[in-house]
């Protein structure tokens, strides 16, 4: 097809649920969304983060209490040593999660969620709750 007129609009029109996509994104999206932006959206970001196939049940386990990297090992049946330091330190550089030193010998290491990885947990319930509802219709 030639970029000219083709009777099709370039940008949607607003459907019912427009409101809300302008609501979390702050307007409408432009008719074409450039691969730069969305590879630049934080939410994009934070999708692809909780899409991690062992990213929310290490959230959900240290939002029960802060945890050593043996316990987390233990309770996340199935998730090797290495993923689960990849895992970790992915939250860290997210600032979800802390990492304590203890000055012990051997040193003591306990990961616990951060204010910010508190937060998460609010509209991840919620994103729950409707999975849930979503499921027993």
């Known amino acids: 097809m030639s970029d000219g007129n083709t009777g099709v609009p370039h940008a949607p029109?607003?459907?019912?649920?427009?409101h809300m996509v302008a609501a979390a994104v702050g307007g409408l999206l432009p008719g074409r969304v450039p691969?730069?932006?969305?590879?630049a959206c934080p939410v994009t970001h934070a999708v692809r983060m909780l899409g991690d196939k062992w990213t929310l049940l290490?959230?959900?386990?240290?939002?029960?209490?802060?945890?050593?990297?043996?316990?987390?090992?233990?309770r996340a049946d199935?998730?090797?040593?290495?993923?689960?330091?990849?895992?970790?330190?992915?939250?860290e550089d997210d600032g979800l999660v802390v990492r304590t030193v203890f000055p012990t010998v051997p040193p003591g290491v306990e990961y616990d969620l951060t204010e910010r990885g508190r937060e998460l947990l609010v509209p991840l319930s919620a994103l729950a709750d409707w999975v849930v509802r979503d499921s027993a219709a």
């Open 58 to 74: 290490v959230l959900m386990l240290l939002a029960e209490r802060a945890h050593r990297f043996n316990e987390l090992h233990r």
């Open 13 to 18: 029109r607003p459907g019912p649920d427009a």
């Open 78 to 91: 199935g998730i090797s040593q290495r993923m689960l330091t990849r895992t970790l330190r992915a939250l």
């Open 35 to 39: 691969a730069a932006d969305y590879e």
